[in-house]
């Protein structure tokens, strides 16, 4: 595929992305909040059909295609399947910023355009904890890439 | 459970959307539609691609469009203050490098492939999210 090609679709993508989330009610962080409030006695459950939804379209896309396709050299898929500290930890600390500002990063860019305090806030601040994580894992083999292009003909491992 | 926020059929259409943009990056650019790594490595230098750029710049791109045919649902509308959103940046920004994804990459993208190590992240975030919400509600918020 030509360069023009894969940018162009990788621009749709993320406005579909974008559109999804907004319709999904993601780009409201009160209401990210309310989901994740499972015990204040008004807990609002929607963004669970946000997930569902998605799963639903790209579960099935996956196995019943990528899974079978010929030449599964051309996806670049994650092959970890150890569960680390790094993953555990990480994902510790994003749930915590999560609830706390009710952003996660895509409704966070897809915000952007509002001029909000919040969403300029927390873009601004997402941005500097990613450099941070970059300064402090570069000298050692980056711990973090989860899409590193796999060699070509290599099978992707089913569990991740 | 608050039935009037409650939104089924938005928030199924709108996941639907996500699943259909996850599966065009995945199906035509054999990419794995994960907001954070995507935006991460292009921010930090550590993978500039110019098709990453272009991924962000359509998530913003969608979010202007959206902005003035739906802007109440971009209501913020919370107890929130500038201080906690800020500490709340650099959290999300630090724990999903460490943690090699987010809500899409692992949540969405991960979880439709099954992987394991996605499930527990998905299931780890969503805890702590949701204990964190608890918290700040019974600490009485910002207010």
Redesign the interface.
């Known amino acids: 595929?030509s360069?023009g090609?894969?940018?162009?679709?990788?621009?749709?993508?993320?406005?579909?992305?974008?559109?999804?989330?907004?319709?999904?009610?993601?780009?409201?962080?009160?209401?990210v909040?309310?989901f994740?409030?499972?015990?204040?006695g008004?807990?609002?459950?929607?963004?669970a059909?946000?997930?569902?939804?998605?799963?639903?379209?790209?579960?099935p896309?996956?196995f019943l295609?990528?899974r079978r396709h010929p030449n599964p050299g051309?996806?670049?898929?994650?092959t970890?399947?150890?569960?680390t500290l790094?993953?555990?930890?990480?994902?510790?600390?994003?749930?915590?910023?999560?609830?706390?500002?009710?952003?996660?990063?895509?409704p966070?860019?897809?915000?952007?355009?509002?001029f909000?305090?919040?969403?300029l806030?927390?873009?601004?601040?997402?941005?500097?904890?990613?450099?941070?994580?970059?300064v402090l894992?570069r000298k050692p083999a980056?711990?973090?890439?989860?899409?590193k292009p796999s060699p070509s003909g290599a099978h992707p491992t089913?569990?991740? | 459970m608050n039935l009037e926020a409650f939104t089924p059929w938005s928030s199924l259409a709108g996941g639907l959307l996500i699943g259909l943009a996850a599966t065009l990056m995945l199906v035509f650019n054999g990419r794995v539609a994960g907001i954070s790594g995507i935006y991460g490595s292009a921010i930090t230098g550590s993978d500039p691609a110019p098709w990453r750029w272009a991924f962000v710049g359509g998530l913003i791109a969608g979010g202007a469009l959206m902005l003035p045919l739906v802007p109440e649902l971009f209501t913020v509308a919370y107890d929130r203050t500038p201080w906690m959103v800020a500490v709340a940046g650099l959290l999300v920004g630090v724990g999903t490098r460490y943690g090699s994804g987010c809500t899409s990459g692992h949540g969405v993208c991960g979880m439709s492939r099954l992987s394991r190590r996605s499930i527990v992240a998905t299931l780890t975030f969503v805890a702590a999210g949701a204990a964190t919400v608890t918290l700040v509600r019974i600490l009485g918020g910002a207010s």
């Open positions: 595929m360069k090609k894969q940018i162009a679709i990788s621009f749709v993508s993320g406005l579909i992305f974008a559109i999804g989330l907004v319709l999904g009610g993601m780009t409201q962080p009160s209401k909040v309310g994740l409030d499972f015990f204040g008004a807990w609002d459950p929607s963004l059909f946000v997930m569902g939804g998605a799963i639903l379209f790209h579960a896309a996956y295609f990528v051309r996806f670049s898929l994650p970890k399947s150890e569960i790094p993953l555990v930890g990480g994902s510790v600390l994003f749930g915590i910023g999560w609830g706390l500002g009710g952003f996660c990063p895509g966070g860019l897809a915000s952007i355009p509002t909000g305090v919040e969403a806030t927390f873009v601004g601040s997402m941005s500097a904890g990613m450099l941070l994580h970059h894992t980056a711990e973090s890439q989860p899409a089913p569990a991740d």
